[in-house]
Structures are given as C-alpha cells and as structure tokens.
C-alpha cells in the first residue's frame, strides 16, 4: 500500500495557538494535498502543493513539503473552535492517473475555545 | 451546481443481500472515484473511472462491481454484502488534468451489514 501515515493521531490546543500536523508517504509523488474533514461530512480540499514546490500558504494555512523525506506538514496559524475536524493528507503518485489519490488515517483536531 | 451527490445516506443489509450505492456528478468530471472509510484506516480507494466506459481496481475492490455508462454517473454495487463491508462509502469526482487532482467529495452513504 502507498498509503501514509500522519502524525500526531490526535491534536488538542487552544483557541488562538497554531495547530501543526505532519505526514509522511513512501513513493515519489506528482503533488501531495490536504483535506478537512468535519464530523459526519464529506472532506473538503484545501491545499494542493506539487513536488516541484517547497512551501504553499492559503490564508491561515501553511503546507511544506520535503521531497527527500517524503514528508509534509500543515500548520494552521491562529486556530479557531470551527478548525476542529479531522485532516487527512493525501498523495497523487507520480506517472499514474491523475486523480487516484491515496490517503493517510488522518489528525483529529481539536480546538478549545 | 449541486456537487457530487450521493444515495441512500444511511442503509441497513443483511448478510447476503445486494444493493446499488448511487453516485451522480454535474461538474463534467472525467474521474470518478469510490472511497472505504472506517475507523483507524483512513480512506481506501475501492474503484475508479477516468472517463465513460473505462473502470479500474483501487486497493479494496472485493465484493463491489462498478459501471460507467455516462460522464455524470458512477454507481458501486454490492454483489454479496457481508458484514465486513460496514463502512462509509465516499464518492469522488475531479478533472483530469495533472494541473489538480482535487477531488470533489459527496457527503457519504453509511452502510451497516447485519
């Protein structure tokens, strides 16, 4: 399986303080992206960042990715109660249909107000 | 628009009965995608589509049978449910361009094997 692992399993913070959420995957890939999930939702896209990139940012979010490592993270800056949900990073393999993605097992975020 | 849609929300089987999970895009996605999720494991790809006509196995494809007669359609049949198939199925759309790969989720369909 190409599916990743994401770390930590479960992350709880405070209103205010930055969130940071980390994944690692074992295959060259073409991007790697991130989701949110809310509970008993479908998961929404939120970022995408190519392998050819280091550093992605959209609004309070801030991808890296460290292609030598096979490794990305993704830090929310200024978290809010509304950020809690659960984050699944993903990988596009390189060289194989565009849209199979594979997915880690998630972060479930939670943010005290 | 309304997304990718997806029915029933919630059904209930009994061991050895069969069903159609239906999913419906109005994006004039090329790709179409059938997701597991269940706790602990992320989401596992079941089936996919990169256009009419043209299916493949993702990594869990035992026990479910796909089609893809049309652009907007992409349903997932259960051919013997088992208990082992209670989950929560995703269906996702996106374009196929190597330029995103962002996929367009429907809201789930939960599905409980007795």
């Known amino acids: 399986s190409q599916q990743g692992e994401e770390d930590p399993q479960a992350l709880s913070i405070q209103e205010g303080e930055n969130a940071t959420m980390n994944c690692s995957y074992k295959t060259s890939i073409n991007n790697l992206q991130w989701y949110r999930q809310n509970s008993g939702r479908g998961l929404v896209h939120l970022i995408l960042i190519r392998s050819n990139e280091r550093e992605k940012h959209s609004g309070r979010l801030r991808v890296t990715l460290d292609t030598s490592k096979k490794s990305s993270s993704l830090l929310i800056t200024a978290s809010r109660a509304a950020d809690t949900a659960s984050y699944f990073c993903a990988q596009n393999a390189g060289g194989t249909s565009y849209g199979k993605l594979t997915f880690g097992q998630g972060t479930i975020l939670t943010v005290h107000p | 628009n309304a997304g990718v849609t997806q029915t029933p929300k919630f059904q209930v089987l009994k061991t050895g009965q069969s069903m159609t999970l239906q999913c419906a895009q109005d994006m004039n996605h090329e790709y179409m995608s059938w997701y597991r999720q269940d706790p602990g494991m992320g989401l596992r790809l079941i089936h996919y589509?990169?256009?009419?006509?043209?299916?493949d196995q993702g990594e869990v494809p035992n026990g479910y049978n796909v089609s893809r007669s049309t652009t907007e359609d992409f349903p997932l049949r259960l051919l013997s449910a088992a208990p082992s198939q209670t989950s929560v199925y995703f269906c996702a759309s996106s374009y196929m361009t190597p330029r995103t790969g962002e996929l367009f989720f429907g809201e789930g369909s939960r599905l409980t094997v007795l």
């Open positions: 589509s990169v256009g009419a006509g043209i299916t």
